[in-house]
């Protein structure tokens, strides 16, 4: 119950920014089509902790701040190698073990690599990521595994 | 200023239907594609603050979520030749 | 004031345009499927993020402001899993990652 009301709110508070009407009448709409729309989810049976991940809580709002510095660290060494005339690239492909017991922080590991230029994971199966890398050393830094640590704290010990 | 920003991104766009006509492969065209419209949403957002009309933002919006479902279609048409199937859970073997 | 802020997000949006362009360029110039997409990666997060946060400043503390942060929060968010889904198909479908040995014998070749 407690993840239908988190749904209904996040839906509606992104109806009422997208909307830009602030009437009475339009925003009961908007709470009823927010409601419908929620009923419907919990007939289908999606609504639970990997739809509507509120028990991360804060921890993921300190993952991000992190995430997007390594992303524009990660994007100006690709962009070195993609300009210089040599062209030096060393393409790896290694096998992570997964430090995550959820699938849902193994999702967020996973895109997190993938989201890193330089870095894509290729397959994730049960808990082993296989991760293609544009150079040996952001090999060297998956499997050092600062990131996968961060994200396993993210799903709380 | 958008301009400039806005070239940018043609010439992006330009390079990317370059490398959708060269292939060699059917995935490097996919991934030519989904570049292109991840430019579209660029273009679309700046080509409207260019213009003076904010409101394109809501086009872009769209965009950025009908990109990613068609890019995914496309994917599982090419994957399994049917739009309507499941798939097997995991195809097993096939990376070594 | 009004004038740093400007600047600001010009430069912003230069430096978005540029990280786009360097991903155009590295789409046509990187050898295989792989090693591509990391360079579509550059101007899915770093060209999208700061073309979007030029004209966030640009825009000020108004609707369309979070309108943008919604579009990059999309992005982000769409992107990695569509990259996953091409990246998986083309490796079960048999495209074989070019690895460093062979690429350093013959660059030429793809």
Same mark, same amino acid.
């Given at each position: 119950m407690v993840y239908a009301i988190s749904l209904w709110i996040a839906l509606y508070a992104t109806w009422l920014l997208l909307s830009g009407f602030y009437t009475p009448f339009l925003m009961g709409l908007g709470a009823v089509s927010c409601a419908v729309v929620v009923f419907i989810a919990r007939r289908m049976d999606v609504i639970d902790h990997e739809a @509507? *991940?509120?028990?991360l809580g804060w921890r993921i709002l300190t993952y991000w701040p992190w995430l997007i510095v390594e992303i524009f660290k990660a994007n100006i060494d690709v962009t070195r190698r993609v300009l $210089? *005339? $040599? #062209? *030096?690239i060393s393409p790896t492909m290694i096998k992570v073990k997964t430090a995550q017991r959820s699938d849902l922080a193994k999702v967020i590991y996973a895109n997190s690599i993938t989201l890193t230029?330089?870095? @894509? $994971? @290729?397959d994730v199966h049960e808990d082993e990521i296989t991760v293609h890398a544009i150079s040996a050393e952001g090999a060297a830094d998956i499997a050092e595994g600062t990131m996968n640590r961060k994200a396993a704290a993210v799903e709380g010990a | 200023m958008f301009v400039a920003a806005v070239f940018a991104i043609l010439i992006t766009m330009a390079l990317a239907i370059a490398r959708a006509v060269a292939g060699p492969t059917v995935y490097d065209r996919i991934l030519a594609v989904n570049m292109f419209g991840t430019k579209t949403v660029l273009l679309i957002a700046v080509g409207g603050f260019a213009v003076g009309r904010p409101d394109f933002l809501d086009l872009a919006l769209v965009y950025a979520l009908i990109n990613f479902v068609g890019v995914l279609a496309v994917l599982k048409f090419v994957r399994y030749?049917? #739009?309507g199937s499941a798939g097997p859970a995991r195809e097993p073997g096939a990376v070594d | 004031m009004a004038v740093a802020i400007d600047i600001l997000s010009w430069a912003l949006l230069l430096s978005g345009g540029f990280f786009v362009v360097v991903g155009g360029i590295g789409v046509l110039r990187l050898p295989d499927l792989y090693t591509r997409m990391h360079a579509a990666g550059v101007t899915d997060t770093g060209g999208a993020a700061l073309i979007l946060i030029g004209l966030m400043l640009q825009a000020g503390f108004t609707l369309i402001t979070v309108k943008l942060l919604l579009i990059l929060l999309f992005l982000w968010f769409t992107s990695p899993t569509a990259s996953y889904a091409l990246a998986n198909s083309a490796l079960f479908d048999g495209v074989k990652p070019l690895l460093q040995k062979r690429g350093a014998d013959d660059e030429d070749e793809g």
């Open positions: @509507v *991940p509120i028990q $210089s *005339p $040599s #062209l *030096p230029p330089g870095t @894509v $994971s @290729v | 030749r049917d #739009l | -």
